[in-house]
């Protein structure tokens, strides 16, 4: 597992090199870059260079305390990364949380950035679901009981739903960094709130696609897609975790859409 230093971050990530075109995978809130571990395997990427990333206090990234957490910072550190790795002509693929952090990076990268597609990625402040949960407290009741009520309340969900999704994210939550899980919570939902994402997000240049899972379709948020001719695509059998639920349909929605904007 190669490691990167970014300021006082230890990344780890992941790198297959095998083309120009670089895909830039960008996880949720918790979650690391497992979830997109799939894709590293399929014959469908031959020819295209693919790079993840655990953000920082995720996955196997070191979490700082005297780190902010918050979404600018974060893109700061992805974009560093980005750079380092020398990666060019990108296409961002941001879920939820991360999605909000790839709108930062793109609106830095400019031309650099070929396309975008937005997994379930926080646009308003309606998209808060997780992450209203872990920050409706303050810091010191969610380190004493709000975290292990939050992954009580996952377990629950998971036994409604048992989908690879939900499975993969308890496992992936149960081991990230409580402060880089609360402290980013914090920053969403005041970005979801106040940083005017979705006006950001209508308003980049780049190409760009809203992707849904069939079974969390958000009728507002798809409404407001439909009234500003933002194109969006439904992953069929799939929760927010589609590219977990459903990786087979997931990637292959991601090629047909990038051939038919070509």
Same mark, same amino acid.
């Given at each position: 597992?190669?490691?990167?230093?970014?300021?006082?971050?230890?990344?780890?990530?992941?790198?297959?090199? +095998?083309?120009?075109?670089? %895909?830039?995978? @960008?996880?949720?809130?918790?979650?690391?870059?497992?979830?997109?571990?799939? $894709?590293?395997?399929?014959?469908?990427?031959?020819?295209?260079?693919?790079?993840?990333?655990?953000?920082?206090?995720?996955?196997?990234?070191?979490?700082?305390?005297?780190? /902010?957490?918050?979404?600018?910072?974060?893109?700061?550190?992805?974009?560093? #990364?980005?750079?380092?790795?020398?990666?060019?002509? @990108?296409?961002?693929? &941001?879920?939820?949380?991360?999605?909000? @952090?790839?709108?930062?990076?793109?609106?830095?990268?400019?031309?650099?950035?070929?396309?975008?597609?937005?997994? =379930?990625?926080?646009?308003?402040?309606? +998209? $808060?679901?997780?992450?209203?949960?872990?920050?409706?407290?303050?810091?010191?009741?969610? =380190? /004493?009981?709000?975290?292990?009520?939050?992954? !009580?309340?996952?377990?629950?969900?998971?036994?409604?739903?048992?989908?690879?999704?939900?499975?993969?994210?308890?496992?992936?939550?149960?081991?990230? *960094?409580?402060?880089?899980? *609360?402290? /980013?919570?914090?920053?969403?939902?005041?970005?979801?709130? +106040? &940083?005017?994402?979705?006006?950001?997000?209508?308003?980049?240049?780049?190409?760009? #696609? *809203?992707?849904?899972?069939?079974?969390?379709?958000?009728?507002? !948020?798809? +409404?407001?897609?439909?009234?500003?001719? @933002?194109?969006?695509?439904?992953?069929?059998?799939?929760?927010?975790?589609?590219?977990?639920?459903?990786?087979?349909?997931?990637?292959?929605?991601? %090629?047909?859409?990038?051939?038919?904007?070509?």
């Amino acid at each position: 597992m190669p490691f990167l230093t970014i300021g006082n971050h230890r990344l780890a990530y992941r790198l297959k090199e +095998d083309g120009p075109e670089s %895909f830039v995978f @960008i996880h949720g809130l918790g979650a690391s870059k497992n979830s997109f571990d799939r $894709c590293f395997e399929m014959e469908a990427f031959r020819g295209y260079t693919l790079a993840s990333l655990d953000l920082p206090g995720c996955g196997e990234s070191s979490g700082p305390d005297d780190f /902010s957490y918050n979404m600018k910072d974060q893109a700061d550190v992805v974009l560093g #990364w980005i750079r380092d790795l020398g990666l060019a002509r @990108i296409i961002l693929v &941001g879920h939820s949380m991360g999605g909000v @952090i790839c709108l930062y990076v793109a609106e830095v990268l400019g031309t650099q950035v070929k396309a975008f597609f937005n997994l =379930e990625g926080n646009l308003a402040r309606r +998209d $808060c679901s997780f992450s209203s949960k872990v920050s409706s407290a303050g810091w010191e009741d969610f =380190e /004493s009981k709000g975290l292990e009520e939050f992954k !009580t309340t996952l377990r629950e969900s998971m036994r409604e739903n048992p989908s690879p999704g939900l499975k993969n994210y308890y496992e992936n939550i149960s081991r990230a *960094y409580p402060r880089a899980l *609360y402290l /980013s919570s914090v920053s969403l939902v005041k970005e979801s709130c +106040d &940083g005017h994402i979705d006006k950001r997000f209508l308003a980049m240049a780049v190409r760009k #696609w *809203y992707v849904f899972g069939e079974k969390s379709v958000n009728p507002v !948020t798809k +409404d407001f897609l439909d009234q500003h001719n @933002i194109p969006y695509s439904v992953v069929p059998e799939s929760g927010h975790f589609m590219m977990d639920d459903q990786p087979g349909l997931f990637y292959k929605m991601l %090629f047909d859409t990038l051939e038919l904007r070509k």
